[in-house]
């Protein structure tokens, strides 16, 4: 790792390319993306190094903490380039290209150019190199990537500058005390566990799993220290409580067993050692209970393998998300080697798994991550005994194989994808065309068909001016649209045994009795979204018919509900 250093061209082999563009790829695929995330990653490095020349700050010269860095690469070039490809280190050099572009805030800039100096002082632990930097210091923190962070007690409070200095794998860091003269502390970052006493040192916290057949260990960072986990924007630690750690590892370790499954990579099937990063969102203590699936998960391009999840109750909500997110951040680093399409982010397009409109962009980010979520599904279909299991693993394959077939299709007639864009949907395609051929139970199969209705009718309703004709390029959008609960994705997973509600009597099977219940709910409110969706999709099933098929292809024009 240099800064002149020469990258070769990155040429993908056309079988890694059409075992990404299925939905899957092979541990050899992944290899070749991060190969590409490397470059890509280094000379946005570079770039950011031109721009921090020139930023006044009080630490040391770029130049003296990159060359510190460099020295560290030379000597032990296995773990700084674990660091320099870190998710956060990623998540770091663009928010620093935005802040110095103008178009991102945080603190002081020459703080966050500060980083620098962390990441080299890691590198130098690792290397076991001697340093001495000036370093940013956050009320007497200073988080080391990579490591963890080190806390001055009776530290000034607020942002100070401090010095740093390595020495055999040794750390010290002096800053100004809370009221007069300094205070200090030495620890050993790479072998020293947590200080119980003063919280001085806090090393990083991983996720570990062995496979049930011996197979190596590997772990997974869990990061909550790190100032740039949160995919953009500068963020302070949130350190989880010792509970809440116990409960993410139980968790992972049944994710990454649900995951293991023999046989040919394919879509829905991941390796949990590709995961880099997994940061806790919204939570840090076990109480209160958590949601029963993910409610927040998100990734980043500028991240390649992390992702941030609100911990669920469930293992299997769990392995999910892990699929979900690695497809995103696959398709990311395919974004950054080819061009796939000519969005003008404009949103307009219906995505079934969003109450928004979506940008192109968007739509195919969705379309690959549920491919690979319906691939999930699929496979547990075929490993689970009939039961509530099984009846809830073919409702999803059977929801999600359609959902992304409907994004696939926008984006097939589109116009807006370059070849390579065209091969990797097509490809796609050919792996949903093949799945929708398969059987499902056909109570599954039909609760999916009408959650699918149910939701694009209410995104429409919810969302579409009715005032306006549909012009060439989409629908125009209401100016008073909103956010919506989508309750009944989940809702119809399962067949409910003694229906009460509208919606309970559809999932169950009873139109008819759905249809009265939201008829009675639109006598007060003819226009209310939610029972007017359910009364458009019930009285589909009920009479298929021509008028029937108008109405669920524009919902929005039958406002007030008609009589009958």
Same mark, same amino acid.
């Given at each position: 790792?240099?800064?002149?250093?020469?990258?070769?061209?990155?040429?993908?082999?056309?079988?890694?390319?059409?075992?990404?563009?299925?939905?899957?790829?092979?541990?050899?695929?992944?290899?070749?993306?991060?190969?590409?995330?490397?470059?890509?990653?280094?000379?946005?490095?570079?770039?950011?190094?031109?721009?921090?020349?020139?930023?006044?700050?009080?630490?040391?010269?770029?130049?003296?903490?990159?060359?510190?860095?460099?020295?560290?690469?030379?000597?032990?070039?296995?773990?700084?380039?674990?660091?320099?490809?870190?998710?956060?280190?990623?998540?770091?050099?663009?928010?620093?290209?935005?802040?110095?572009?103008?178009?991102?805030?945080?603190?002081?800039?020459?703080?966050?150019?500060?980083?620098?100096?962390?990441?080299?002082?890691?590198?130098?632990?690792?290397?076991?190199?001697?340093?001495?930097?000036?370093?940013?210091?956050?009320?007497?923190?200073?988080?080391?990537?990579?490591?963890?962070?080190?806390?001055?007690?009776?530290?000034?409070?607020?942002?100070?500058?401090?010095?740093?200095?390595?020495?055999?794998?040794?750390?010290?860091?002096?800053?100004?005390?809370?009221?007069?003269?300094?205070?200090?502390?030495?620890?050993?970052?790479?072998?020293?566990?947590?200080?119980?006493?003063?919280?001085?040192?806090?090393?990083?916290?991983?996720?570990?799993?062995?496979?049930?057949?011996?197979?190596?260990?590997?772990?997974?960072?869990?990061?909550?220290?790190?100032?740039?986990?949160?995919?953009?924007?500068?963020?302070?630690?949130?350190?989880?409580?010792?509970?809440?750690?116990?409960?993410?590892?139980?968790?992972?370790?049944?994710?990454?067993?649900?995951?293991?499954?023999?046989?040919?990579?394919g879509p829905g099937r991941v390796d949990?050692?590709?995961?880099?990063?997994?940061?806790?969102?919204?939570?840090?203590?076990?109480?209160?209970?958590?949601?029963?699936?993910?409610?927040?998960?998100?990734?980043?391009?500028?991240?390649?393998?992390?992702?941030?999840?609100?911990?669920?109750?469930?293992?299997?909500?769990?392995?999910?998300?892990?699929?979900?997110?690695?497809?995103?951040?696959?398709?990311?680093?395919?974004?950054?080697?080819?061009?796939?399409?000519?969005?003008?982010? !404009?949103? =307009?397009?219906? @995505? &079934?798994?969003?109450? #928004?409109?979506?940008?192109?962009? $968007?739509?195919?980010?969705? %379309?690959? *991550?549920?491919?690979?979520?319906?691939?999930?599904?699929?496979?547990?279909?075929?490993?689970?005994?009939?039961?509530?299991?099984?009846?809830?693993?073919?409702?999803?394959?059977?929801?999600?194989?359609?959902?992304?077939?409907?994004?696939?299709?926008?984006?097939?007639?589109?116009g807006r994808l370059t070849a390579q864009?065209?091969?990797?949907?097509?490809?796609?395609?050919?792996?949903?065309?093949?799945?929708?051929?398969?059987?499902?139970?056909?109570?599954?199969?039909?609760?999916?068909?009408?959650?699918?209705?149910?939701?694009?009718?209410?995104?429409?309703?919810?969302?579409?001016?009715?005032?306006?004709?549909?012009?060439?390029?989409?629908?125009?959008?209401?100016?008073?649209?909103?956010?919506?609960?989508?309750?009944?994705?989940?809702?119809? !997973?399962? =067949?409910?045994? @003694? &229906?009460?509600?509208? #919606?309970?009597?559809?999932?169950? $099977?009873?139109?008819?009795? %759905?249809? *009265?219940?939201?008829?009675?709910?639109?006598?007060?409110?003819?226009?209310?979204?939610?029972?007017?969706?359910?009364?458009?999709?019930?009285?589909?099933?009920?009479?298929?018919?021509?008028?029937?098929?108008?109405?669920?292809?524009?919902?929005?024009?039958?406002?007030?509900?008609?009589?009958?």
């Open positions: 790792m240099t800064s002149e250093q020469h990258l070769a061209p990155l040429r993908m082999p056309d079988r890694l390319f059409a075992e990404l563009a299925a939905g899957g790829g092979s541990a050899a695929a992944v290899a070749f993306l991060e190969r590409g995330e490397r470059a890509r990653r280094l000379l946005l490095l570079r770039t950011l190094l031109d721009h921090l020349d020139a930023l006044p700050t009080p630490l040391a010269p770029v130049a003296e903490a990159w060359r510190v860095l460099k020295e560290a690469a030379e000597k032990s070039p296995e773990p700084v380039e674990r660091l320099l490809l870190a998710p956060a280190t990623g998540g770091w050099i663009s928010h620093m290209l935005r802040r110095v572009r103008g178009t991102a805030t945080g603190p002081p800039l020459w703080a966050e150019a500060g980083h620098l100096c962390a990441l080299a002082l890691s590198a130098s632990l690792h290397a076991g190199t001697e340093a001495t930097l000036d370093v940013p210091l956050t009320s007497g923190r200073l988080p080391l990537p990579g490591l963890g962070m080190v806390g001055l007690p009776d530290a000034q409070e607020g942002l100070a500058l401090g010095r740093a200095t390595t020495a055999g794998g040794e750390l010290t860091v002096t800053g100004p005390g809370r009221t007069t003269g300094s205070v200090r502390v030495t620890c050993r970052p790479l072998t020293q566990r947590a200080d119980a006493a003063g919280g001085t040192w806090l090393p990083l916290r991983t996720l570990s799993h062995t496979g049930p057949d011996g197979t190596a260990p590997f772990t997974v960072v869990l990061e909550d220290l790190d100032p740039y986990r949160d995919l953009d924007d500068h963020l302070p630690p949130a350190r989880l409580d010792e509970d809440e750690a116990q409960e993410w590892q139980r968790l992972f370790d049944e994710a990454a067993r649900i995951l293991a499954r023999p046989g040919t990579p949990p050692a590709m995961i880099r990063a997994i940061v806790p969102f919204g939570r840090t203590a076990v109480s209160p209970p958590p949601p029963p699936f993910v409610q927040v998960s998100a990734s980043s391009g500028d991240s390649f393998g992390g992702m941030l999840i609100v911990r669920p109750a469930s293992a299997l909500a769990l392995a999910e998300t892990l699929v979900h997110e690695l497809q995103h951040s696959k398709l990311a680093a395919l974004l950054h080697l080819f061009p796939l399409l000519e969005d003008d982010r !404009a949103e =307009r397009y219906y @995505a &079934p798994w969003r109450t #928004d409109p979506r940008h192109l962009t $968007g739509l195919l980010h969705g %379309a690959y *991550a549920f491919t690979g979520v319906a691939g999930f599904w699929r496979d547990r279909l075929a490993g689970a005994e009939e039961g509530e299991d099984a009846e809830r693993a073919a409702y999803f394959y059977a929801l999600r194989r359609l959902q992304s077939r409907l994004a696939v299709r926008t984006l097939l007639t589109s864009g065209r091969a990797l949907v097509s490809g796609l395609a050919r792996t949903l065309d093949g799945w929708l051929r398969e059987p499902v139970p056909h109570a599954a199969l039909t609760r999916a068909r009408t959650a699918a209705a149910l939701h694009r009718t209410e995104w429409r309703l919810r969302n579409v001016d009715p005032a306006v004709e549909i012009p060439s390029d989409g629908p125009r959008f209401r100016p008073d649209r909103a956010s919506w609960p989508d309750v009944r994705t989940h809702a119809f !997973a399962a =067949r409910p045994v @003694a &229906p009460r509600t509208a #919606d309970e009597h559809l999932a169950a $099977g009873d139109a008819a009795a %759905a249809l *009265a219940r939201y008829a009675g709910q639109l006598a007060a409110d003819p226009a209310e979204p939610h029972a007017l969706a359910g009364w458009i999709v019930a009285r589909a099933v009920l009479d298929p018919g021509r008028e029937t098929r108008r109405m669920l292809a524009r919902p929005e024009l039958l406002q007030p509900l008609p009589s009958g």
